[in-house]
């Protein structure tokens, strides 16, 4: 059973668009990343949320942490050609002693 | 500091060869993890160590695989025999964990081809 649930798995749209990933769990979380991770290359950190209810803010990008931290939400506004690639989460949980399991990814594509 | 490093980078073999991947860590970071990757998929834990110990090793692991931190810095994950199916990227990171909060720094990966 996949810890993380994320969605959609594939997501292809055109530049100047928003949109919107899911990082779903029956689990509450201690903490929760978002990664973006590019072809041939390991995943990069773009954020960590904490606080149930929180929201982050990165240029076009806006993190959301689920009032229950049980969820994240990833929206991008306006997209460019620039963020595509595999959006990953991962948390930690009280039961795993600190340490990070990460979902399967939403693959991006913006189109130019 | 410059990161996590890799290396190789990629790495060709022929099957029930061993190969052996380096991980050199963010230096202060007490945490190191090895992760395998196939195309479309999140990373899929091996291992971790914390300082020289490690802690966890996944069971999906074969006895083809060890991992070793001697004195808690660069890390080794040698592959014995490997078969077609252990081509994927295999990657390393760091992260120095504080109160549940588990930010880890990646390497570029090495790419592992089994012909």
């Known amino acids: 059973t996949q810890l993380l649930e994320q969605s959609p798995q594939f997501l292809s749209i055109q530049e100047g668009e928003n949109l919107t990933v899911y990082c779903n769990s029956s689990s509450v979380f201690s903490s929760l990343q978002w990664y973006r991770q590019e072809p041939g290359e390991g995943p990069v950190l773009l954020v960590t949320v904490v606080t149930g209810g929180e929201v982050k803010k990165l240029k076009r990008l806006t993190f959301q942490f689920g009032d229950a931290r049980k969820d994240s939400s990833l929206h991008i506004t306006a997209a460019q050609p620039g963020d595509t690639g595999l959006y990953l989460c991962a948390a930690t949980t009280p039961t795993n002693a600190g340490k990070s399991t990460f979902g399967d990814g939403t693959t991006l594509t913006v189109k130019p | ?115």
Not at chain 2, 78 to 106: H, N, V
């Open chain 2, 1 to 115: 500091d410059t990161g996590v490093s890799q290396d190789p980078r990629h790495k060709i073999t022929k099957r029930g060869q061993n190969v052996t991947f380096r991980c050199d860590p963010i230096s202060e970071h007490n945490r190191l993890y090895w992760y395998r990757q196939t195309l479309g998929q999140g990373p899929e834990f091996l291992t971790y160590f914390q300082n020289e110990a490690q802690l966890e090793k996944s069971r999906l692991l074969s006895d083809r695989f060890s991992a070793e931190r001697p004195k808690g810095s660069f890390s080794t994950l040698e592959i014995q025999r490997t078969e077609q199916g252990d081509s994927a990227m295999y990657l390393c990171a760091s992260s120095q964990e504080w109160r549940e909060i588990d930010e880890q720094y990646f390497g570029p990966g090495t790419r592992l081809t089994v012909t």
